[in-house]
């Protein structure tokens, strides 16, 4: 259950805001439509030096499909599929293809997040004590016994704030895919589950788990890749009302027409989910199950709404989510974000503290997000490019001042020789033809 002090801020929040619907806006950005290349600005001749690219992948078993999509000024100019959706059974892919899309999850979720933020229900640097009591006072690991699993702790310099988790700078750890063996165990001992699970457990329940576990630092004072986004999950049920699917069903996908991304998918789009693949013995066979079930999203309790890795999504409807930003936070008529709240969120969040003094990218809200240093290294995109990938090798770009957008989405584990994502990236640039 949860406690009275969660139930009190609850309520008031919701007697005090109500659940809005999404605004209308005085702009009106058409929804991405196909186009000439020529149309956008972009050479049809050199974009066709991703087919080869693709086609390259797939022949020498890199990969065993593709499917690229490219944007220029609200219209698609390369959308293809290669290969195999399903290289045993002999399906061929498709565009419309359902892939997991994992921690490009992410960049959605702190969207929801900032929807809130914007009907003022909460400040970025609030605790999240207040909304998950169990949050208060948190603990740092100081000291962790190998012989039995315990483990001492020292307080925190500061409380864990909704901006924290955000950023990646909470302390919060990731369990099963932690760099840090100890936390592995920690997490796994206390019944943490991270993602990709089919059994029947809320986001909640691992949630008030996690929050009763040590940090890896102290609050603000690195970046530690972590569950942060599904924290913040299960807040925006707790500051809603209501279920983080349905949230996201109401307030984001339907008035942006992203009909085909879903936790969970609805038996009619099933059968266009894209399975996990690895090599075996020069072959594409399906993933095993290992510390998570690759039969996820179609099968299990459908309770579990991880707002860090949960969602499975088309290429087109990300893409279309990535429009939305580039447009200042509207499509067709509709105001999902404030071009104030994008400026917030692409700002620089994190300082150096993402991949130190030398990074070609820093943290905003939402993205990571390139700095000059990446233009000067090339095919990257122009500074404030933003951009990140999911667990199972998909990847996007999107480039406000080219008004460009780059998706590229494959389904595989175990891979080594797969080099597709920074080359489509390199030849989406390159055919800038204005």
Known sequence: MHSLQTIL??????LSFGAPAQTRSL????????????????????????????????ADGD???????????????????????DAAAGRRLKKDDIFRIASQTKAITATAVMILWEE????????????????????VLKSYNEADGSYTTEPARSEITIRHLLTHTSGIGY?????????????????????????????????????????????????????????????IELVSGMKFDEFLRKRLFDPLGM?????????????????????????????PVTFYDPDYPIKGARTFFSGGAGLSSTAQDYATFLQMYLNGGELGGRRILSRTTIDTINANQTGKLMGGENSDHYYGLAFGVLTPAATAAGGKGSPGTFDWGGYFNTSYFADPKEQLIGV??????????????????????????D
């Not at 801020?9 to 919701?14: F, K, P, R, Y």
């Not at 499917?67 to 195999?84: C, D, E, P, Q, T």
């Not at 009909?259 to 969970?264: E, L, M, N, V």
């Not at 693949?277 to 594409?284: S, V």
Request: hydrophobic residues 40%; charged residues 25%.
């Open 259 to 287: 009909d085909d991304t879903w936790f969970y998918l609805p038996a009619d789009k099933a059968s266009r989910l894209v399975p996990v693949q690895t090599p075996k013995d020069g072959k594409w066979v399906r993933f």
């Open 120 to 139: 003022g229900k909460f400040r970025l640097d609030d605790p999240i004590s207040r909304f998950i009591p169990e949050f208060k006072g948190p603990q």
């Open 63 to 85: 990969v065993p499909g593709i499917v690229a999509l490219v944007a220029r000024r609200s219209h698609i100019v390369y959308h293809k599929a290669f290969g195999m959706a």
């Open 175 to 235: 369990g099963v895919i932690d760099g840090d063996e100890r936390f592995k165990k920690i997490y796994a001992k206390a019944g943490v589950v991270d993602l990709f699970t089919t059994e029947p457990v809320s986001i909640g329940e691992s949630i008030r788990r996690l929050a009763k576990l040590p940090l890896h630092h102290h609050p603000g004072e690195r970046f530690t890749y972590s569950e942060g986004l599904d924290v913040l999950g299960y807040m």
């Open 27 to 58: 702009q009106r950005n058409r929804p991405l439509t196909p186009a000439s290349p020529e149309k956008a600005g972009m050479s049809a001749e050199r974009l066709s030096r991703i087919d080869h690219l693709c086609e390259t992948a797939v």
């Open 408 to 433: 590229l989405m494959k389904q595989t584990q175990g891979t080594t020789s797969d080099k597709t994502a920074d080359m489509f990236r390199q030849l989406v640039m390159q055919a800038v033809d």
């Open 9 to 14: 801020v609850v309520a008031t929040l919701v």
